[in-house]
């Protein structure tokens, strides 16, 4: 387990973000940034082999104006990178923060100090799906903060 020991006896914080002006892999790459600049480690959770391998290769790419640092679990020495890209919740570099990419909820959230979780809101499906995971992760015993993102890219708290 991966959380840091002044969090271990605060509930996980559960952040969905619900994207209006971007796709869940630029939002990502902004949050990852930002975490990793503050010192933090990431797991990425990927639905399939496929999504992790088009996601290894995508952060190669972006930012354009950068490196997002990261491996895959699979990868030797993948406990050196600040974001690890699998297709479960793996903390082998000490993740604080786990991004599911993934319909499911995280069985175990409470290996992280914090879930971030992207809700598509052009798809109904996935809405469906979101409201599920918030329902679970908050029956657990889970901090929730629901964003909602502006059309012109700003992130709005609205609980």
Not at 49 to 63: R, S
Not at 124 to 145: H, L, N
Request: contains cysteine; charged residues 25%.
């Amino acid at each position: 387990m991966a959380r840091l020991e002044k969090n271990s006896d605060q509930p996980v914080k559960v952040r969905f973000y619900q994207l209006r002006a971007t796709t869940p892999e630029n939002a990502l790459v902004k949050i990852a940034t930002k975490a990793i600049s503050q010192g933090l480690r990431i797991s990425v959770v990927a639905g399939n082999d496929e999504q992790a391998k088009w996601l290894d290769e995508y952060l190669w790419t972006v930012p354009a104006n950068g490196f997002l640092p990261h491996g895959r679990s699979e990868e030797p020495d993948v406990e050196q990178q600040p974001l690890v890209i699998g297709v479960s919740a793996d903390d082998r570099n000490e993740a604080t923060v786990v991004i599911p990419l993934i319909w499911e909820p995280l069985l175990e959230p409470e290996q992280f100090d914090m879930v971030v979780d992207f809700v598509q809101s052009s798809a109904p499906a996935a809405i469906v799906a979101s409201r599920k995971r918030y329902k679970f992760y908050r029956d657990a015993g889970c901090t929730m903060e629901y964003w909602v993102q502006e059309l012109d890219g700003r992130w709005q708290l609205k609980n």
